[in-house]
């Protein structure tokens, strides 16, 4: 009996409501945990994508939000939908291993079951199989930020994550954190390392105007023109520091994207157009919307799961792949002359205890993390809850680390970044210094304190809400809201800037428009500082504890997303 992916998947829920693993009930039905990831031949072309890994070469366990708001077109459509209200949208069952992957609800009771996910070796593994059963048909497209989030990463310079990307064989990838690296070492890695193709239609020199990347590629698949377009973030010089990239201008360039569509189109008479996106998952939605002849964009930055369906926008098909080499999505297309025929779209969760690790990254992830090692493995406090930090306004995370920021600097208050990267530590588990550095590990670490009058205060978080909140995908930034220490508030993502944040609190009290706080932080983005790394203050606060517990995070009252299905848990927000 032959069955599809998706018939063993709806097997594999009804065995997870009888308590079996997967790999137990795959054996007992006949069906070994590779035939778990067997897919039916179809079409002529198949793109793989992944996006947003930061650099984590091993399986990391990460927890998917619970709070993920969408406003004004964007309440109840994908990728705004947590908890209950995603598992109706996509006719998943609570408790599956696909409501493990994508979902929020249980996620320690099935993290434990289901084990962690992704892996460089894993995530390799399944890639090489699907290369050698669809020949010389598939191309791999990595939607970026992968040179950071790990210390290996940040101390090799991104090069430890570029021999990685060798060793799978990505065909072309794009770019944002990337490039906190600095022009320099970018541009090194690209011409000198980086075997994929390095896309950006959105990068120039800010003296010429010129192009610094190529902003596509024309690659040839079954007798078919594939385009590929790159997309950087748009954003880079204002999520990130300025002065790192002084010489190169960034931008959407919607005008020049349709100029480039249409090149690809006419001048190379393209078959198929691919854009491979850094823009977050409703920026890629939009500008769908608006360009024409776009037929596919796999999409990165927001960490947004999209799945196990795209979403057609027009003629287009959006996808986005969550993060840290979790899922590996999958378009198997029928393209004919001029135009897509059809296609077939898997969403694949890359369950790390049920794919053997290709054997030449297994050893290569060894050899470059070795020189580390010691360091990487230091114990500093075990956690007696679960750890997380992808959330709309704080994680669990993130709780400690403001905790640490105003106890080791001595502040009245703490802001730290809404950064969507950072895996997930289960209750029990040690808390290592490599944990600390996949929280932390950025080029621009320094612990600052300022004395900031409440009227900055609220400034600060008006703005990092805007970014976050506003009903123009084109002025939203990315990331999430900045987490607070001791800060109370109520907020209304509706409203425009200016006008979200409410009954602002320091201490509980109400704050003073005048009155100077001293309020610490980390990732300034204005001008280099002066200041101890982050993850030292982070690590040296963790060591005095030895146990830590997150019973309750510091989340505003919201007000005006009664019933917003981008809500899991209501009451944790006074509604």
Known sequence: MSISRREFMQMMAVAGIAGFLSPRFAQAAGKSAEDFYEIPDYGNVTLLHFTDSHAQLNPVYWREPDTNIGVGSAIGRPPHLTGEHFLKFYHEMAGTQDAYAFDCLDYTELAQKYGKMGG???LTSLIKRYREERKDRTLLLDAGDTWQGSATSLWTKGADMVGAQNIMGVDAMVGHWEFTYGQARVKELVEKHLKAEFLAQNVNDSTWGDLVFKPYTIREVSGRKIAIIGQAFPYTPIANPRYMIPDWTFGIKQDHMQKMVDECRHKHAADLVVLLSHNGADVDMKMAANVKGIDIILGGHTHDIMGPRPVKIGNTLVINTSTNGKILARFDLDVGKG?????????????????????EMAAYIQKVRAPYEKKLSEPLAVTESLLYRRDNFNGTFDQLLVQALMEEMDAEAAFSPGFRWGYAKLPGETITFDDVMGQTAITYPQVTINEYTGETIKMIMEDVGDNLFNKDPYYQQGGDMIRVGNI?????????????????HVGGKPISMKKKYKVAGWAAVSRPVEGKPVWDVFADWLRKQKHVR????????????????GIAFPKEYGL
């Open 120 to 122: 460089f070796a894993h």
């Open 339 to 359: 135009r897509l025929k059809g296609y077939r779209f898997h969403y694949m969760p890359v369950f790390s205890n049920m794919i053997k690790p290709d054997e």
């Open 488 to 504: 109370q508030y109520v907020m209304d993502p509706n409203k425009k800037i200016g006008h979200r944040i409410k009954e602002l």
């Open 550 to 565: 997150v019973d309750k995070v510091d989340v505003p009252r919201l007000v005006g997303v009664k019933d917003n299905p």
